[in-house]
């Protein structure tokens, strides 16, 4: 994507507002790589489950939100001169599917949301991180997004959608029965070596995990992050034979 492709559109929610903008004009240099990943990489390149050829499974979509750091506002970020960050939220406990696990803020699309072929999954991201952790979506530019993938444990069928966030707002769980807390994750805690891993689950399970702001992240989160550091050249050599097991309830 770049200047000559931008999507010049207006809004951020709802059919009757229009389409979703996506552009990158006026992205930091850090966040350019992300904006190239995009707009090459392929879904057999970010997982090996793709969509059903059927057609089948639930369309659903996450927000991946970068921020520039400095304390964006969620209930354990980690302050001041973090540089570049990311947005993640805990999953309740009590909920059926992945509870407890960190994840990006996201969910299934609804009717109003539109066409999942078009902005739908835009706004479905948008829509759902504003419900979840008190985001004001206004703030949040949409540069991209990547191609979908599929998770088999639930069903869905996952865009993640690319957001730079041009102006904080504060953030914290809105609904605890849905979200335990908020918080954002320096990049540079993401790429340390120090803090990945590899997530063992007694099903057979193998995938990346980081052991980041008192969190362990794996799953598909683990996996889409894993990938934006690798493509984007953010990735440092790490040791992948340290492993991580899960429980049967993970």
């Given at each position: 994507?770049?200047?000559?492709?931008?999507?010049?559109?207006?809004?951020?929610?709802?059919?009757?507002?229009?389409?979703?903008?996506?552009?990158?004009?006026?992205?930091?240099?850090w966040l350019?790589?992300?904006?190239?990943?995009a707009?090459?990489?392929?879904?057999?390149?970010?997982?090996?489950?793709?969509?059903?050829?059927?057609?089948?499974g639930?369309?659903?979509?996450?927000?991946?939100?970068?921020?520039?750091?400095?304390?964006?506002?969620?209930?354990?970020?980690?302050?001041?001169?973090?540089?570049?960050?990311?947005?993640?939220?805990?999953?309740?406990?009590?909920?059926?599917?992945?509870?407890?696990?960190?994840?990006?803020?996201?969910?299934t699309?609804?009717?109003?949301?539109?066409?999942?072929?078009?902005?739908?999954?835009?706004?479905?991201?948008?829509?759902?991180?504003?419900?979840?952790?008190?985001l004001?979506?206004?703030?949040?530019?949409?540069?991209?997004?990547?191609?979908?993938?599929?998770?088999?444990?639930?069903?869905?069928?996952?865009?993640?959608?690319?957001?730079?966030?041009?102006?904080?707002?504060?953030?914290?769980?809105?609904?605890?029965?849905?979200?335990?807390?908020?918080?954002?994750?320096?990049?540079?805690?993401?790429?340390?070596?120090?803090?990945?891993?590899?997530?063992?689950?007694?099903?057979g399970?193998?995938?990346?995990?980081?052991?980041?702001?008192?969190?362990?992240?794996?799953?598909?989160?683990?996996?889409?992050?894993?990938?934006?550091?690798?493509?984007?050249?953010?990735?440092?050599?790490?040791?992948?034979?340290?492993?991580?097991?899960?429980?049967?309830?993970?």
């Amino acid at each position: 994507m770049r200047e000559a492709q931008e999507k010049h559109r207006t809004s951020v929610a709802g059919p009757a507002a229009g389409p979703v903008a996506v552009t990158d004009r006026g992205l930091p240099d850090w966040l350019r790589p992300v904006a190239d990943v995009a707009s090459t990489v392929r879904a057999r390149q970010l997982s090996r489950f793709l969509p059903p050829s059927d057609g089948g499974g639930r369309q659903s979509a996450v927000l991946v939100l970068f921020g520039e750091g400095g304390g964006s506002g969620g209930n354990g970020g980690n302050g001041a001169g973090t540089g570049p960050e990311l947005l993640l939220m805990e999953r309740s406990s009590s909920l059926r599917s992945h509870a407890g696990q960190p994840s990006f803020p996201g969910g299934t699309l609804d009717p109003e949301d539109g066409d999942p072929e078009g902005d739908g999954p835009l706004r479905a991201a948008l829509r759902e991180a504003e419900e979840e952790t008190g985001l004001d979506p206004s703030g949040v530019q949409v540069f991209g997004r990547l191609p979908r993938v599929y998770i088999p444990v639930s069903g869905f069928v996952v865009t993640p959608v690319l957001g730079w966030w041009r102006e904080p707002s504060p953030v914290a769980p809105v609904d605890p029965a849905e979200t335990a807390r908020v918080f954002t994750v320096p990049v540079a805690d993401l790429a340390d070596p120090a803090n990945r891993a590899t997530a063992r689950h007694p099903s057979g399970y193998r995938g990346p995990c980081f052991l980041v702001s008192d969190a362990l992240v794996w799953g598909f989160t683990a996996g889409i992050i894993d990938r934006i550091l690798h493509f984007a050249g953010w990735e440092r050599p790490w040791d992948t034979d340290r492993s991580v097991p899960l429980d049967w309830r993970a």
